[in-house]
């Protein structure tokens, strides 16, 4: 017999005593987790199923945002891509956010009516983490205006613009080459 293996089962015999362990079952229950190198970790049998406070049926109340959420989104699938903020019926509004590695963006929709014909359509980007040293999320206000297309396709440029990284060493140009 190896003699490290010895030492461990001696080792735990006077653990045990030592612990002065009342019954044999529980005696030979320490030995087995004892001797495992490393136990698992207890998962549920189920993976866990996100219960959403509004369902993406509501964005079927606004047609033109819909769309343009499936343009945005790979394959179409918004449920995959956009998370519903808030609703409210009454007002004919909905927040609904996107999110990208480091930043998440709010999308708030208000649909025309008698108060406002044109309706509403704003959006923000924010950081998904504070950077080192500060205690507070980075944040802008991207394009806002009438609840139409002209105004998606603000919000889509300043998106884009705002995701790009800065070049850390640009190619020379062909003058500078020579």
Not at 21 to 27: F, G, I, R, T
Not at 80 to 95: L, R
Not at 124 to 142: F, H, Q, T, V
Request: aromatic residues 14%; proline residues 6%.
């Amino acid at each position: 017999m190896d003699l490290p293996l010895i030492n461990k089962r001696f080792s735990l015999l006077s653990c045990a005593i030592s612990l002065k362990v009342s019954s044999l079952k529980s005696w030979i229950n320490a030995i087995k987790n004892f001797m495992t190198k490393s136990k698992a970790l207890d998962m549920p049998d189920k993976a866990y199923k996100p219960k959403p406070k509004y369902s993406l049926e509501v964005l079927n109340e606004f047609p033109d945002l819909h769309k343009w959420l499936e343009e945005l989104s790979r394959y179409k699938k918004v449920e995959d891509f956009v998370y519903i903020a808030d609703y409210k019926k009454e007002e004919k509004s909905i927040s609904v956010q996107i999110f990208t590695k480091e930043h998440y963006y709010t999308i708030v929709a208000k649909l025309p009516s008698d108060k406002k014909p044109e309706g509403y359509f704003g959006t923000y980007g924010s950081c998904r983490k504070p950077r080192a040293g500060e205690n507070w999320w980075r944040g802008n206000d991207l394009p806002d205006g009438e609840y139409k297309r002209e105004t998606w396709e603000r919000f889509l440029n300043s998106f884009i613009a705002y995701e790009l990284v800065k070049v850390v060493r640009n190619s020379p140009n062909i003058d500078e080459r020579r």
